[in-house]
Protein backbone atom coordinates (compact mmCIF):
# COMPACT_ATOMS: atom_id res chain seq x y z
CA UNK A 1 0.00 0.00 0.00
CA UNK A 2 0.82 3.76 -0.61
CA UNK A 3 1.30 3.89 3.56
CA UNK A 4 3.28 0.95 3.81
CA UNK A 5 6.10 2.20 1.00
CA UNK A 6 6.14 6.05 2.84
CA UNK A 7 6.05 4.98 6.19
CA UNK A 8 8.68 6.74 8.06
CA UNK A 9 8.02 6.62 11.47
CA UNK A 10 5.42 6.53 14.69
CA UNK A 11 5.51 8.69 17.40
CA UNK A 12 4.25 6.74 20.04
CA UNK A 13 3.14 7.14 23.73
CA UNK A 14 1.20 5.46 26.24
CA UNK A 15 -2.40 6.47 26.91
CA UNK A 16 -1.71 7.11 30.80
CA UNK A 17 1.20 9.54 29.98
CA UNK A 18 -0.68 11.44 27.42
CA UNK A 19 -3.67 11.70 29.45
CA UNK A 20 -1.84 12.98 32.59
CA UNK A 21 0.22 16.20 30.78
CA UNK A 22 -2.35 16.78 28.14
CA UNK A 23 -1.50 15.61 24.72
CA UNK A 24 1.14 15.49 22.54
CA UNK A 25 3.46 19.25 22.99
CA UNK A 26 4.07 18.04 26.79
CA UNK A 27 4.28 14.87 26.09
CA UNK A 28 7.22 15.37 23.41
CA UNK A 29 8.41 18.41 26.01
CA UNK A 30 8.56 15.31 29.15
CA UNK A 31 10.49 12.78 26.90
CA UNK A 32 7.63 10.44 26.68
CA UNK A 33 6.89 10.44 23.13
CA UNK A 34 9.19 8.58 21.03
CA UNK A 35 10.02 7.16 17.92
CA UNK A 36 9.23 3.63 16.64
CA UNK A 37 10.34 2.37 13.24
CA UNK A 38 8.62 -0.58 11.06
CA UNK A 39 9.55 -3.18 13.39
CA UNK A 40 7.78 -1.60 16.65
CA UNK A 41 4.72 -3.93 18.30
CA UNK A 42 1.85 -2.12 18.97
CA UNK A 43 1.06 -2.52 22.62
CA UNK A 44 -2.22 -1.75 24.45
CA UNK A 45 -2.64 2.00 25.05
CA UNK A 46 -0.40 3.23 22.79
CA UNK A 47 -1.42 6.57 21.27
CA UNK A 48 0.36 6.55 17.79
CA UNK A 49 1.05 9.82 15.27
CA UNK A 50 2.29 8.15 11.71
CA UNK A 51 4.47 10.56 9.97
CA UNK A 52 4.73 8.44 6.44
CA UNK A 53 5.69 10.50 2.47
CA UNK A 54 3.40 9.57 -0.10
Not at 28 to 46: N, P
Amino acid sequence: SDFERGFIRAETVGYDDFIRVGGWKPAREQGLARAEGKEYTVKDGDIMLFRFNT
